[in-house]
């Protein structure tokens, strides 16, 4: 079953306690983004990554930093995490030459005390 | 300025009933158009998009939409609406302009509650 896997699903941690969100993906595709979606802002684009060792910022990166040392894995570390990244967070991936479905995760629900 | 605007931030239907959803975007090059939605506790699911051609787009659980590019609006519809349908509705557009980032401009969402 083609699919977009997050680790953890919930989440609740401490002011400046690095974590690290995991997502997978396992159909080969070439891009990969993080987007966060907060009450009333919708979702905001954190980074993105075209392919292995390609990464970008999005709309919102302070505060994150992600990786892409295998084409199917993405996690997002947040280094020193702070309640204003309290938020639910979404991976999502797509493949194709122009805009196509975008496939994405259950959803990561974090809070930072 | 790139955007989307989905005026209706909660709609309330009875189950049975039609089902119209707003969408208005702001896009500079040809957009492509997407309809999502987002189960409570769950992750985006894409019922339909429009990428060129017929600008009546049939999708999943017997959603359609039809782009109207002279109003620059994609809205969403179904004829008989199911209690299964309550859920999140986020419309967003993109383009082949878009280059490395094939990012999509969202809209806020609208919540669709379905009484019995």
């Known amino acids: 079953e083609a699919q977009v896997t997050q680790n953890p699903r919930y989440l609740i941690t401490v002011t400046g306690k690095k974590l690290t969100v995991t997502c997978s993906q396992n159909?080969?595709?070439?891009?990969m983004s993080w987007y966060r979606q907060d009450p009333g802002l919708g979702l905001r684009q954190i980074y993105y990554?075209?392919?292995?060792?390609?990464?970008d910022k999005g709309d919102v990166p302070e505060g994150y930093k992600v990786s892409r040392k295998e084409k199917r894995n993405f996690p997002l570390i947040l280094e020193s995490p702070s309640p204003n990244q309290t938020s639910l967070y979404f991976c999502?991936?797509?493949?194709?030459?122009?805009?196509?479905?975008?496939?994405f995760g259950p959803g990561t629900r974090l809070t930072v005390t | 300025a790139q955007s989307v605007t989905q005026p209706d931030i909660h709609i309330t239907v009875s189950e049975g009933a039609s089902l119209e959803l707003r969408c208005n975007y702001s896009y500079g090059a040809t957009p492509y158009l997407f309809w999502y939605v987002q189960s409570p506790g769950q992750g985006l699911q894409l019922l339909l998009k429009?990428?060129?051609?017929d600008t009546l787009v049939q999708g999943i659980k017997g959603f359609e939409a039809e782009f109207k590019r002279s109003q620059s609006s994609f809205n969403l519809r179904k004829p008989s609406v199911h209690w299964s349908d309550a859920a999140e509705y986020f419309c967003?557009?993109?383009?082949?302009?878009?280059?490395?980032?094939?990012?999509?401009?969202w809209g806020l969402g609208t919540s669709l509650a379905v009484n019995p």
């Open positions: 159909m080969n595709h070439e891009y």
């Open positions: 967003a557009v993109g383009g082949p302009s878009a280059g490395n980032n094939r990012k999509l401009i």
């Open positions: 999502a991936s797509t493949t194709g030459p122009t805009l196509a479905e975008q496939y």
């Open positions: 429009y990428f060129s051609g």
């Open positions: 990554s075209m392919n292995v060792e390609v990464t």
